[in-house]
Structures are given as structure tokens and as C-alpha cells.
Nanobody, 124 residues
Framework: QLQLVESGGGLVQPGGSLRLSCAAS????????INWFRQAPGKEREGVSC????????TYADSVKGRFTISRDNAKNTVYLQMNSLKPEDTAVYYC?????????????????WGKGTLVTVSS
């Protein structure tokens, strides 16, 4: 059974950090770019970050550049999103998604599998 499972979300104070994980089972992530998206209450889902299959290319939304870092461990079939200096506006459900390309295209339509999401709440 193909599954993507996000974990690591929770409640954190402004300025704090969290590390999200996206673990795959039933298939290997090795050949695909992996994306993180987020959706805040009442807002559309937006792209946050992407990492190519080799890990050699990473992209970030302007709103998270310099604060978030995406990485992958193909041996563990897992992708991570390290989030530092969190702000209240980072509050959202975070989803990982597998692209049908090895490169980062940035298009939601290129995503073939989605996880169910993990909630991140940044609040004092």
C-alpha cells in the first residue's frame, strides 16, 4: 500500500523551531522531487519548498527563505522540513507531495501522491 505520512507538527511559540518529516512506504522516493505545501485556515494551499530527486536542487517560497530548510534521506525514504524562526503566519496544515518529475516544477498538477498533513500552530 502506497503511503506518505507527515509527522512533527505541533504547537510552538513564535521564534521556535520544528522539524517535519515525510515518510514513504510502499514505494521509493529516490527518483522523484518532493514538495512541501501548506494550507492555512481560509486560504488556498501554497507551495513552501521542493527538493529534487538527487537533493542537488532546492527551492523555497519567498516567505520562508532563510528560515526553512528542506532535505532528504533516500536511505530512510524520508524528506524533512526544518523550520526555524517560526512566525504566527506559518500556522497551517503542512502536506508533503511526490512529484511525477525528478526536478522541481512547482506545479500542483505535477503531484501524484499527497500525505494527509500535519498541523503546525505558531502561537504564544
Amino acid at each position: 500500500q502506497l503511503q506518505l505520512v507527515e509527522s512533527g507538527g505541533g504547537l510552538v511559540q513564535p521564534g521556535g523551531s520544528l522539524r517535519l518529516s515525510c515518510a514513504a512506504s510502499g514505494f521509493t522516493l529516490d527518483y522523484y522531487a518532493i514538495n512541501w505545501f501548506r494550507q492555512a485556515p481560509g486560504k488556498e494551499r501554497e507551495g513552501v519548498s521542493c527538493i529534487s530527486s538527487s537533493g542537488g536542487t532546492t527551492t523555497y517560497a519567498d516567505s520562508v527563505k532563510g528560515r526553512f530548510t528542506i532535505s532528504r534521506d533516500n536511505a530512510k525514504n524520508t524528506v524533512y522540513l526544518q523550520m526555524n524562526s517560526l512566525k504566527p503566519e506559518d500556522t497551517a496544515v503542512y502536506y508533503c507531495a511526490v512529484s511525477n518529475h525528478y526536478y522541481c516544477s512547482g506545479y500542483r498538477g505535477d503531484m501524484t501522491y499527497w500525505g494527509k498533513g500535519t498541523l503546525v500552530t505558531v502561537s504564544s
